[in-house]
């Protein structure tokens, strides 16, 4: 009978030591799980700011490019500008020398004691004797033309440039915003 009960002793004490090596495995297990739902929820967390440099990378990116585009349309513009001016300026140069030429051609005509054919004067104390080059209406058109022409090309530039901008500054606002809030 002793060796029985010293049997069920040792089968109880075996058991204890099970309980609570089942115990340790199971409150280490609980540990392993809860250590997995924080990790899940710094990966979740971990993804969801990776997407987000992902998106500050590519918007980055793009306000690069917009920048770029900006100083190459200003370049562009700036010739354009140029190039205006210098035309407008040649034309009214050739303007000028028009209306000589027409002032030459009516002084030509004036005759002493006849009304002048502009303001209807008979004394004619200082009529323009210039010599200067000959400019036609025709060319005079042809100029105005490429004046305008080139305005026209000038002012598209301009509004172009003031569209990049424009992306340009919304980008930089309202996406930046929009990544921070979120």
């Known amino acids: 009978i002793q060796n029985k009960v010293n049997n069920a002793n040792q089968e109880v004490e075996d058991l204890n030591n099970l309980i609570a090596n089942s115990e ?3 409150n280490k297990e609980s540990m392993i799980l809860y250590e997995y739902g924080n990790t899940k929820n710094e990966l979740k ?3 969801k700011r990776a997407q987000n440099l992902k998106e500050i990378k590519k918007l980055v990116d793009n306000y690069k490019d917009l920048k770029k585009q900006i100083k190459e349309v200003t370049k562009k513009y ?3 500008y140029e190039k205006y001016l210098d035309k407008e300026k040649l034309y009214q140069q050739s303007e000028y020398l028009y209306f000589q030429n027409i002032a030459q051609i009516l002084s030509n ?3 002493k004691d006849m009304p002048c054919p502009v303001c209807g004067s008979t004394n ?3 009529p323009s004797n210039a010599e200067c080059e000959l400019i ?3 060319e005079l058109e042809k100029f105005n033309n490429e004046v305008e022409l080139l305005k026209k090309a000038k002012d598209e530039i301009l509004i172009n440039l003031e569209t990049l901008k424009i ?3 919304k980008l930089g606002t309202e996406k930046f915003k929009e990544i921070y809030e979120t």
């Open 24 to 26: 340790d495995f199971i």
């Open 78 to 80: 700036q010739k354009a």
């Open 109 to 111: 005509k004036l005759v």
């Open 167 to 169: 992306e340009y500054e």
């Open 124 to 126: 004619h104390p200082n």
């Open 45 to 47: 967390e971990l993804t």
């Open 136 to 138: 036609t209406k025709e």
